[in-house]
């Protein structure tokens, strides 16, 4: 069965240090790879996502993850953390394998970001 | 380009009691979610429906919950009888077509079992 991790359950910065937040995955088939980002009171909003291709994808709000097959891992870095990025961050899995597993959304447990100034 | 609309936004029930979402999907989006969030976990996938017909619905506990979606447009997920630990945060996804893989989420709706 397909399953996410995100080994740091909390992390804090400083604004305008760097930020990385880890993501291993377990897969069978070919993974499909997202993060979103969820504000307090809000909906989940995607900031990047992987299919194929460069393994080094770029997002939104300055946001890029690098997808490493030989590691399961898909970590999201920053490199200067602004205030309003805190927030909880979850990655997510998914394949193009088929059976009831396609397009079916795989989530972690997620990571805290506190942003000190 | 409009969102996913989701109502209520909050929800206070006791428990045994009866409480139904429900989701507006974008427009054309013919790929709808249903989620679950537990405090401190990551979302579930509870059912996915492509137009009106379900597509997995393995997660959903059919015992209480169940779900609709008449002319493959909004949808409603209804708990009876509810149970203290259905307390959760219940997010509505939609996409454009599965293959696409982005899922597109609502503001969700945050239940509280009493």
């Known amino acids: 069965a397909q399953s996410v991790t995100q080994p740091d359950i909390h992390i804090t910065v400083s604004e305008g240090a760097s930020l990385e937040l880890r993501c291993n995955y377990s897969?069978?088939?070919?993974?499909?790879l997202f993060w979103y980002v969820q504000s307090p009171g809000q909906g989940l909003q995607l900031l990047l996502k992987?299919?194929?291709?460069?393994?080094l994808v770029q997002g939104i709000k300055g946001f890029e993850a690098e997808f490493k097959r030989s590691q399961s891992s898909f970590n999201l870095r920053k490199p200067s953390v602004h205030w309003s990025d805190a927030a909880e961050y979850f990655c997510a899995v998914t394949t193009n394998a088929g059976g009831t597993s396609y397009g079916k959304l795989t989530f972690g447990q997620g990571t805290i970001l506190t942003v000190h100034p | 380009e409009a969102g996913v609309a989701q109502s209520p936004r909050y929800k206070i029930i006791e428990k045994r009691q009866s409480v139904a979402f429900w989701c507006n999907p974008i427009?054309?989006?013919?790929?709808l979610y249903w989620y679950q969030q537990i405090l401190g976990q990551g979302p579930k996938l509870l059912i996915q429906?492509?137009?009106?017909?379900?597509?997995?619905d393995s997660q959903l506990p059919k015992d209480r919950f169940s779900a609709e979606r008449l002319k493959g447009v909004d949808s409603t997920l209804k708990i009876q009888p509810a149970k203290l630990e259905d307390s959760a945060v219940y997010l509505c996804a939609s996409s454009p077509r599965t293959l696409t893989y982005e899922q597109y989420f609502g503001p969700g709706t945050r239940l509280t079992v009493t």
């Open positions: 992987y299919f194929s291709g460069d393994t």
């Open positions: 429906f492509q137009n009106n017909g379900v597509v997995d």
């Open positions: 897969y069978g088939a070919t993974p499909y």
């Open positions: 427009s054309g989006h013919a790929t």
